[in-house]
């Protein structure tokens, strides 16, 4: 991947979220915990953020199930949670931890929602990486009942856009987005064209079927809290499909 170039006038480091506030009320739910205890087997994923270590959102991440992942549109959203003490006195850890959605956890019909289909519709369930389950719960649990809620993202940096696909399929990647972090429209224009919307194709990857060689690129970010940030040329009109560049932050 090629060095990501920031799009402002001055770098600097930028931490957002802690300003903008979400719907704080917990709910029940259950984790469980997949990856090792590296959480590398939980690279990749269904949002399309591939490496999770370079892309920074490290080993404290989930996989959700079918009713949270909403189609792709919930990944990286945040999440605080804390293993239910008074359900589970035995298995549970003191704290909490907050985690990104980075993956999906896929449901099993053939098992039942109690027994191994801990994922199947309508539950709301979190497959954490094993090191964050691991902070609020014993490992030999297996699976815990807790409590959640979405809280702002904490990002460094600005959001990131990487450019993959080719001429007239234009696949772009967004990640590192703080706030709600989640992504919910994503508009994007030419040095010679005006303002077009994206569609989502997984995940967090959108895609526009322009052609944009030789043009520097801005886009347009709204997030699921009715936030929007435009980054002007971010991309300069020199890019190569695989560069990511960085641009504002919420």
């Keep these: 991947m ?10 600097f480091l930028w931490i957002a979220g802690a300003a903008y506030a979400l719907d704080s009320a917990w709910q029940s739910a259950h984790a469980t915990f997949y990856g090792g205890s590296d959480a590398s087997g939980t690279m990749g994923g269904a949002c399309g ?5 370079s892309q920074g959102y490290g080993t404290n991440t ?3 199930s079918t009713a949270l992942f909403n189609n792709g549109a919930t990944c990286g959203a945040c999440y605080q949670m804390k293993c239910n003490h008074h359900s589970d006195p035995q298995w549970c850890l003191p704290g909490t931890v907050t985690v990104t959605a980075t993956n999906l956890c896929p449901p099993n019909s053939a098992l039942p929602n109690d027994n ?10 979190f497959d954490m990486a094993q090191p964050a389950f691991q902070q609020i719960a014993i490992y030999r649990s297996g699976i815990v009942p807790i409590i959640f809620r979405r809280v702002p993202c904490m990002r460094k940096g600005g959001v990131r856009f990487t450019i993959n696909g080719h001429s007239y399929f234009n696949l772009v990647l967004i990640t590192n987005v703080g706030g709600a972090g989640d ?5 994007i224009k030419g040095s010679n064209t005006g303002w077009q919307p994206m569609s989502r194709n997984w995940g967090q990857n959108w895609q526009s079927n322009s052609y944009l060689n030789g043009q520097s690129l801005s886009f347009q970010v709204s997030t699921s809290d009715g936030r929007t940030i435009t980054s002007y040329n971010v991309a300069p009109a020199n890019w190569q499909f695989s560069q990511t560049f960085e641009g504002q932050q919420f």
């Design 116 to 125: 191994g289909g801990w994922c199947n519709p309508p539950l709301q369930h």
């Design 183 to 187: 992504v919910e429209a994503v508009s």
């Design 2 to 11: 090629a060095p990501v170039t920031v799009a402002t006038m001055f770098s």
């Design 62 to 64: 989930a996989a959700l």
């Design 49 to 53: 953020y591939g490496n999770l270590y």
